[in-house]
Each structure stands twice: as C-alpha cells, then as structure tokens.
C-alpha cells in the first residue's frame, strides 16, 4: 500500500513536471498587453485568467504544418498561432507593431534596421531563441529558392534585390536596405521558425536530403510532438475533417500588464465545418462560442440571442478586400476585333458613364441586407492608407472619397454625348458609328456576386444598353481576365494593410493589371503617376508623407476606372456572453488572430 | 471459374489505361489549373508562380505529363499531392477517413438492404392495397429529397425544434467536444452512435427506394411465373411459395447491384459526409476535384475504377454462386 503511495506520488510529481514548463517568472524581456489602458488599442479589453478551452468552427482542413510552404489561410490560421514573427500588425489597429523584437532603430539614412530581440525567450520544447533562429528563417527558409514560399515575393526591393540580413550578436539582428523602402516593416512580419528542429530538412543546410524536401516538412502526418514554436499555442492534436486542437505554449513571451501569462484559455478547438449552414445551427446549439455569420444569419440570430446568452455585434466595419468590375481596355486586342469597342471602353467618359449606373445602395440594401459599405478605393477600408480617412490612420471621414454616385440621367447624358445612341430604332444604343453594342458581363458561380450582376445588368438595360450576364466557371474567367479576351468581368481581390501589397495589380506592367495590360507598353500619364505614387509612398518612413502619396494614388486609380468598385461586406460576429474580451474580435486582427477574434486574449468568464 | 477470374483480371489492365489516358485529358481540358487561384493574389509575383508552374512540372507538354505519370505508376509511384504535399494514397486516406469511411458505408449497406429487402417483399404480395401505396410513398419520398437537404433539415430539427443542445447534445460530426479526449467507454460508443443515426437515415432513405422498387418488380415478376402457379397447385403453403420459391429467384438481379455498389461503398455520399461533417475517403476526393490536384485526382480515379471492376467481377462470382443455372466456362 505505502509502495503504491510513493509510485502514485512519483507519478504526480512526474506528471506535474511536464506540465509544469515554461518561465519560473515573468521573463524580463516579455512582451506585456497594456490591458485596460486608456490611449492604447486595448483600453476596451479586460484582463482576464487562465483556464477553459474555446470552441470555434474552421471552414476547411489545413493542408499541413508548415507555415512557409502554406498558400492559405485555412493553414495559416493554425501557424500564425504557432509562430510569430519580430513585428506583427496590431490586432487592433493593423498598424506595426515589435513583436518577437523587443524594438528597433532605423539608421539615418533609412537603409539599416536593427532589430533588438527578447532574450531569455524559449522555443515551446524549451530552446532559447536566438538571432540564428530568425537568420535561418530568413535566409535559408524565405529566401532559398528551393522552398516553396510566397512570403519571398513581400521582401523584393524596388530595385529587385533582397534585404541582407546579418547577425550583430545573439540577440541582435540588422537588415541592410538598397534603398529605403517602407513596406519592408509590413514583411518584416515574418514567422520565426526553429532552426534546431527544422535545418535538417534544408537541402542547402544538409545535402544528404534531396532539394525540395523542405517542402515536404511538417506535413499533416508529422507526429504533433515534432511541431515547436514560439506563438501563443502549439498544435496538439488533429482528427482530419473533425477538428483541430491547440493548447497552450508553455514559453510564449506574451502577458497581460497583471503579470498573467497569455495566452489565458488553456486550449482552442477548432471544429471542421464546412457548411455555413451547419456552422450556425452548432453555433446556436453551443457547440462553437464564436461565430463569424453571414448577413443572412443576423435575422435568426438577433432575436434568439438573449435569451440563449449570447450577442451579436452588428458592426459599420468593413472587412478587406475589393469587390469590382473590370471594364477590359483591351478588348478585342488579342484577336484584333471589336476595334471601334475597344475604343469606346478605353474613353473615360464611357466607362464614368457605365460608373453612375452602378447602384451600390440598393447592391448593400438587398444583397447584403444592408451589411455593407460601397467601395470606391484600391486599397481596403481597414487599412490605415485608406483614402477616406482624414489624415494617417485617422478617424473615416470620406471627405476625399472620390464617388460616381448612382445616376441614370447623367450617364445618358454622357453616353448621348458620346454618340453612343440609339441609330437603328432597335431601342439598344449602338457604336458612334451605328454598328451595335452590346456588352457581356462575367462573373462566376457565387450566389452574391450573381446578384450584383443582375442589378447592374437591369441598370445597363434600363439605361439602352444591351447587356447580357452569364455565369461561367472561376477558373474560366480567371482565365478570360489573363488573356484579355472577356469584356466585363466581376470578381473580387484579397486586401492588405499596406498599399504595396497591391503593386502586382495596379503598376502598369503588374501580372494582375488586367483592365489594360497594354499598359505595360503604352502607358499613359496618369498610368506612370500611379507606378511613381507607389515608389514615394514606399520610399519614406514617414507615415504622413506616405499617406499623403498614397492618398493621391486612390484617388486616381478611382477616377480612372480600370477596376471599378462595389460593395463590401462589414464585419459582423456572434459570440458567446461567456466568452471574455470576444468583443474585440474585428476584421483588422485575422492576419494575426483567428476568425476575426484576438485568441490569445479570449478567457473563460463563465 | 479460375481461368475466367484471371482473364477478367487481365482484362483490367488495358481497361485502366485507357480510363487513365481518358481522364487525364479531361482533367486537361478543365480550364485553369491548380495555381488559378494563385494567379489572382495580388501578392504573388510572376516569377513565384513561374516557378512553381515548373515544380509541379505543369509546363510540359500534355502527353509528356502523361508519360511520366504513368512511368510513375508503373513503378508504383503515384505521385506527391500538389496540396498536401503527402502521397496520393496518404492525402485520401489520411487520419481515419478509411475506417471510417468503411464503417458507415457498410452499415448503412446492411441497414437499408435489412429494410428495403422485406418491404419489397412485402409490397410486392400487397399489390396496389392501400399499404403497398404507403410505403411505396415513403420509399419515393426518401429518395426525392436531396441528402444534403435532409441532412440540414434534420439537423435544424434537432437544434432548434428538439434543442438537443439544452441536454448537451452536439450535432454533425462524430462525437461531443467533451468526449474528444475521453477514454472509450459505453458512454463514448453512445455518443457515437448519437452522431451516426442521421447519417444512416440520410443515406438511407436516399438508397432504399431503388430497392424496394427493384425488389418489388422482380417479385412480382417471379410470382406470374408457372413453378410458382405449380408450388401453389400443388397445395404448399403460401409463405413457403413466396420464401423459397419467389423470393429466391427474385433477388438474383439484386447480386449485380450489391457487386456495383462497391466503389459507391468508398467514394459515395461526399455531400452528406460534408454537411455532416464526417471524415471519408470521398471528401478528400471531392476536394482534390475542387483544388485540382492532379496526383490525387488521377490515383484517386485508378482506385476506384479499380473497385468498380473487382465489384463486377464479385458480382459475376456471386451471381453464380447464387444461381447454378449460370456458368461462365
């Protein structure tokens, strides 16, 4: 009996031993959450404590581990928790932020940055982190070519060279800048990766694995003990098609100003649902404490919520991302037709003409049950470079918003003065030369986006143009919008905090210039002052001036009308009344949170 | 039997090559490819996706790419998934989506063939009563609602009408968040049956009305017959004519149909076992389908094609197992 006391004992102590990992106290160089502070972007929060695991729902499986061979969010919403970079964007405010760094300089003339690391932070197996950590994260992992990484394409310099990055000592870093360029700090967000588990798998750093073989490192079938990272959670356990689990990191450097350690739920449970519909119901049924809906869901939700306890943020904030339509310049060109077509589609007036018979207000009203803003700029509204703010990062005023309000006798007006007119009495106008028009709208199989269309099809038709929309495949349209072979063409892009991040899409000759790739060749002048825009905003650190450049920059990609803007979802959230500090969950933290919500923030209140 | 086995077995060969060679060329003739979607990040230059045009070799020729999966094959390589980046047969059946995908396929095979064999039956000696129209009703209204409608229905019904949550009961998937890390127990089995019922009732119902039509018209074919007229004459009891004479002779064109369900068994209901969220091999499937991932499509296609051709031959093996009248020598 008194053996098996001692046995049973020794298991406790063993058993407490492993989960008692992690700092004997706060570490000095931790990165502390100024909690309730008035002034900063969490004066709204509360603190919180440590316990309790939280439930939420994930639309598909990850398709592995690996955070820098990853290409979707439906994988990267698991390793941004795993891993962290020197900065991060604020989950709040999207503005950069020290993260991993306890702070940096930048030299005088703009070129080096020093970044100053935490020490006596531990990887979660319990390594140090050091300066060889991040060198190798950057230099052989983002910038090795034999890896299959899209973060390499966030550090090019205009001038087509990459920062060098060297070692000052252990925890001293320096990135070395040809010129200065801005945006770097956007990419200097980098996850940091485990030199000590993942170096062997660099066919640089070890030859006798075959190239390539980085790539096929830490895929789903990597034993979960094997994952390490420096985030506030670590996977630990994964049931494909079911659910996704992570619990807490020992060794992250994040705390709360009360001296408790962050993250404070114990563990996160993703569940795999991959139907909306389902999502909502188990959200109702509480089996998921958060819920990012659809607008369709807020008249079922609203009601219920009381007396079920929870609450439903019904948000004025837009999500990111641009919705458009492309008016193709080029139409015709590849195969030498529609000449007198192109024309017209490449004459501003015509395409502001097409521009006030788009009816964004009714677009929100009754395809978004009015839970969403019209879009008129490049550049997404919870960027702090969003036009419509009134200076950097400032409250949204729209007072330099450029719009083409909804107005049907105006556009015939413009048309009419462009000859564009009913010539045969058909009752559709036709070309300037009397030849008929007609215009063929594109977009693919998305039940709002479909709407969209037919609204504006319906307005076009009104206005005597005969316009024609069809549904046709993704992959086909994509196809239409690279071969310049569509006509108008709806579809949508993914947003960034940073103006550059849309560089590929607006510069003359960017891959995704689609409106008028001709442009490449024959640019015309507001076509160069945008590509130099893009440069001056780039090249100053100073954030005023840069907005100030950039501002211009949204303005004229707005009156150009190349891609021409729509509507844009807000955020809205559904969140158990249990769940603490839920309410900060916004469409600004996902590039570091997850669904919206600020995870390692979240507790138990119940 | 054996030379016939064997030659239908040899017979496979030219057949997958050919179901190959179709299907790659299909897959082809699909506009985009699995980088479409990387083409519209604005934040992805040229050179990256150059780049990865060429690693995942999609800047060869057509028939250059289907030599060299085949050579792959031959050699028993069936290629790296372009979205995992696991192999083929590890990306479809990763985790437990072929245990599973095997457990509920084949209970719901056995439930619905326990159901639908007597009500057949039983439609069939009740030609055109009231009762035969009943559960005809019932059978046709089973399959005419789609499964991943009733699934939702069902699902609706249980949060909001039945407010299963109230007695901390979950919906969809395989089992309560409490019960993930639990020990087994008959609890846990609970839980887990919890979750399966709906499955079995969608898929279900959605597989019986063939069958009982199938059932009820062989029957009722075999009952016209003069041996039955002659069972009968010859004064044996009704149930033993429908039993042992009827019923035995009927259900032989049913032997084909379970033979043929066989692939069905891996690859079937992916729209059920997605809005229920179940884990099966025919889920990864249906995503590689979406995503485009080659490798995973192509030996995805070579294994059940492969199923669909054992099914047939089981199914001959069966038929004449059951049947003496056929031979195939």
Not at chain 1, 478 to 501: A, K
Not at chain 1, 530 to 552: M, R, S, V
Not at chain 2, 197 to 211: D, K, S, Y
């Amino acid at each position: 009996m008194k053996k098996a006391l001692i046995l049973a004992g020794l298991l406790l102590v063993s058993s407490l031993a492993v989960f008692g990992q992690g700092y004997d106290a706060q570490p000095a160089d931790a990165l502390v959450f100024p909690i309730g502070v008035a002034g900063t972007p969490y004066e709204n929060a509360e603190l919180g404590t440590q316990g309790g695991t939280l439930y939420e729902a994930s639309i598909e499986d990850p398709r592995g581990w690996n955070n820098h061979t990853a290409h979707e969010t439906s994988t990267t919403q698991y390793t941004n928790l795993m891993h962290r970079g020197l900065l991060n964007l604020d989950h709040i405010s999207g503005a950069v932020v020290v993260d991993f760094a306890k702070g940096y300089d930048i030299s005088e003339d703009g070129l080096v940055l020093t970044f100053y690391l935490r020490e006596g932070i531990m990887w979660s197996d319990g390594t140090p982190i050091t300066a060889d950590d991040v060198l190798f994260t950057y230099n052989d992992v983002i910038l090795n070519e034999d890896v299959d990484c899209n973060a390499r394409d966030g550090q090019i310099l205009p001038d087509g060279t990459f920062p060098i990055l060297e070692k000052v000592d252990d925890y001293t870093v320096t990135f070395t800048l040809s010129t200065i360029y801005r945006p770097i700090l956007n990419s200097l967000t980098f996850n940091l990766m485990p030199k000590h588990k993942l170096a062997q798998f660099v066919h640089k750093l070890n030859p006798d694995v075959p190239a390539g073989t980085f790539n096929e490192t830490w895929t789903l079938d990597t034993p979960l003990s094997e994952l390490v990272g420096n985030g506030p959670y670590v996977v630990t356990g994964y049931e494909v098609n079911v659910s996704v689990t992570m619990e807490r990191n020992p060794y992250y450097y994040g705390y709360d100003n009360a001296g408790t350690q962050l993250p404070y739920y114990d563990k996160f449970v993703s569940l795999i649902v991959s139907n909306q519909d389902v999502s909502m119901l188990k959200f109702r049924n509480g089996e998921i404490d958060v819920y990012a809906l659809r607008p369709e869901d807020i008249p079922i939700l609203l009601p219920e919520g009381p007396a079920k306890g929870y609450t439903v943020d019904i948000t004025d904030k837009a999500t990111y991302g641009t919705t458009w339509i492309m008016i193709n310049q080029d139409v015709g060109l590849p195969d030498g037709t529609n000449e007198e077509k192109r024309e017209l589609y490449r004459n501003v007036e015509f395409r502001e003409a097409l521009a006030h018979l788009l009816d964004k207000d009714t677009m929100v009203q009754n395809v978004l049950n009015g839970l969403g803003t019209a879009q008129w700029s490049p550049i997404s509204v919870p960027s702090p470079f969003y036009g419509g703010r009134d200076f950097y990062g400032g409250p949204i005023t729209e007072a330099d918003a450029v719009w083409f309000e909804y107005d049907p006798a105006l556009a015939a007006s413009k048309l009419d003065a462009l000859g564009v007119v009913d010539a045969d009495g058909d009752g559709w106008r036709d070309l300037p030369s009397g030849d008929p028009l007609t215009i063929e709208i594109n977009a693919n199989d998305n039940t709002v986006r479909i709407a969209y269309c037919l609204i504006i099809q319906d307005d076009f038709r009104e206005a005597g143009l005969n316009t024609n929309f069809q549904v046709v495949d993704f992959n086909t349209l994509v196809g239409q919008l690279f071969s310049s072979t569509g006509d108008i063409i709806q579809l949508g892009l993914t947003g960034g905090d940073e103006p550059n991040s849309g560089k590929n899409v607006y510069r003359s000759c960017g891959a995704l210039h689609a409106y008028r790739f001709s442009a490449c060749e024959d640019p015309d002048e507001v076509d160069l002052r945008i590509d130099e825009l893009l440069n001056l905003g780039a090249n100053t650190f100073n954030l005023d001036d840069a907005f100030a450049y950039y501002k211009e920059y949204q303005q004229l990609l707005a009156h150009q009308l190349g891609y021409v803007y729509l509507c844009q979802q807000t955020f809205n959230y559904a969140r158990y009344d249990k769940v603490g500090n839920a309410h900060l969950a916004s469409p600004t933290s996902t590039p570091g949170g997850n669904n919206g919500l600020l995870t390692e923030l979240c507790f138990d209140k119940s | 039997m054996l030379t016939y086995i064997i030659r239908r077995t040899l017979y496979m060969i030219p057949l997958l090559l050919v179901v190959s060679l179709i299907s790659f060329s299909l897959i082809k003739l699909m506009p985009g490819d699995y980088l479409t979607t990387a083409r519209m990040n604005p934040q992805i230059t040229e050179e990256t996706l150059n780049q990865q045009i060429a690693r995942y070799g999609l800047d060869r020729p057509f028939i250059v790419q289907y030599w060299f999966w085949l050579k792959n094959v031959v050699q028993g390589d069936f290629g790296t998934s372009f979205d995992t980046r696991m192999p083929v047969f590890k990306t479809l059946f990763f985790g437990s989506r072929l245990m599973w995908t095997v457990i509920i396929a084949t209970t719901t095979l056995v439930l619905t063939w326990i159901i639908a064999i007597p009500i057949g039956i039983y439609s069939a000696t009740h030609q055109y009563k009231p009762s035969d129209h009943v559960v005809t009703f019932f059978g046709f209204l089973g399959l005419s609602i789609p499964n991943f409608f009733f699934a939702l229905v069902l699902l609706w019904l249980l949060v909001v009408i039945f407010r299963v949550g109230d007695y901390g009961l979950g919906v969809g998937g395989l089992l309560d968040t409490r019960y993930f890390d639990a020990p087994m127990s008959l609890a846990k089995i609970g839980n887990y049956l919890w979750h399966l019922w709906p499955i079995w009732v969608v898929i279900g119902t959605g597989g019986m009305a063939g069958l009982i039509r199938l059932m009820r018209g062989n029957l009722l074919d075999t009952l016209t017959l003069p041996y039955v007229q002659t069972a009968r004459s010859k004064g044996l009891k009704e149930r033993v004519v429908i039993y042992k004479h009827a019923v035995r002779n009927a259900i032989n064109p049913l032997v084909t149909v379970l033979g043929l369900s066989l692939p069905g068994l891996v690859g079937g209901s992916v729209i059920t076992a997605i809005v229920l969220n179940i884990p099966t091999v025919g889920r990864a499937y249906f995503a590689a389908l979406q995503r485009q991932d080659e490798p995973v499509i192509m030996g995805g296609l070579l294994f059940f094609s492969l199923f669909l051709l054992i099914g047939n031959v089981i199914a001959d093996f069966l038929l004449a197992w059951v049947d003496p009248r056929i031979r195939y020598d």
